[in-house]
């Protein structure tokens, strides 16, 4: 078969093995507070053995989870809306190992249309998600608080997602410490994240429903050097797009979803306002093509407004979006203007972090050789507790340092102390080399 009428299923498959980072094994994600989680769903009994095989199988049927979302979303389309997207030679959905936030639609050789979403747009929803959830605390309907207060200081919350967002404006990628989190919010991250994914892809779906493809203009563009056909909206088919997608998400068949209407709507809300966060870091003032996601924000609001009957059930649909939003103002505030309580809490935070890296230097030198594994161990841990983006340039400049001292070696006796050295820097690239590639591009930039 020609390439030039490749189904979107294929060129799915072309572009999926272009964009391929690591090899599938690799690539498998192992959390450390799976257990955890796991007693959780048990203590509320749930089977834990049957969810372990249902992620067993995932793995080994190596699931795409850009096409799971579309499939969960398309259960709760119109009849009408269906039709469209039931044809996997006319229309797919798939994920790309790509580290950019971002999800677009292109148009396949058959004249098919293929939506992909890269895993840094899930990466990225999810580990602010994540940070945020740290402040969510239930209360059950006797006013008691069965997992506890916020597991962490508000400040620390701030910390750990202002984290998340400087990684991404800085580096490019979504990176950000590990942290500990109750199994309770770790639930409610997802969901939040998930709606937020779905979100993305309900947008993409109400192009199409709405008939904009066939009004956009074609632009060639190159992914990963195979070059693909894309379709160019205007500003306010970009609205029209989120108001439609918006009822997809929040509709099932043609009436308002049940109990989890409000974190639903939570969920595509809290996309924009990241959305509009990262641009405002990033300073992009919107292009020809993409509006500010605030101004898709806004509108999206008053759309959201619109479908509520009173005063009332608009409070309560708009409750947690705006918890979500006073959180996001501290972090903006965080990012932008630090309170002097705010940059002492980073720099104590800061100080204490050099500090126990060169603690954990010291205490595994000296031996015949260096102790690798109890090394490794701890500064791990040490990342994970964050700020990654200070631990990583300690590393390389206390790696410099240490190559510079070795190098006075060429004209003199060497001593006790230019052996510890020479253990530390090894102890430090082979830790270095363990780091995720994100990681790694800081610590050599
Ligand atoms: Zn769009």
Known sequence: MGKQALTPKELLAELQEATRRYPPERSRPQSPHLDRLLEFEESLGRDRAKIEQDMERWYEENRDWGEELFREVIKNLPEEGKDLFDDSNFFAVGTLDKVEVNAQAIKAGNGGWLILLNIGLFTFLYKVARALATRFVAVDKNGERPYGDASIAFEETCRLVAEVFTWYAGAGIPFGSDFPIHPAQLT????????????????????????????????????????????????????EADEGGLRFLLWKGDVLGGNDTVMRYTGADFFLQVMSLYEELTNFPGSETHPPSVERLNRLRRFAASLCHDE???????????????????????????????????????????????????????GMTPDYMSFYVNAFQLLEEGPTDILANTISTLMETYRQHLETLTNRESTHDDWITFQKLKLLLGFVEKLPAEVQAIIFR
């Open 188 to 239: 409610i991250a997802n969901l939040l994240a998930t709606y937020a994914e779905q979100f993305v892809i309900c947008h993409e779906l109400a192009h199409h429903v709405m008939g904009h493809v066939t009004g956009g203009t074609e632009k060639n563009i190159l992914i990963a050097n195979v070059p693909v056909q894309t379709s160019n909206w205007n500003w306010e088919q970009e609205f």
């Open 312 to 366: 009332d059930s608009k409070a309560a649909l708009f409750q947690r979006a705006h918890v979500v939003e006073q959180m996001l103002q501290v972090v903006r505030q965080t990012l932008f203007a630090p309170t002097q309580e705010q940059s002492r809490h980073l720099e104590e935070k800061s100080q204490r972090l050099v500090q126990r890296l060169e603690n954990l230097l010291d205490k595994y030198t000296g």
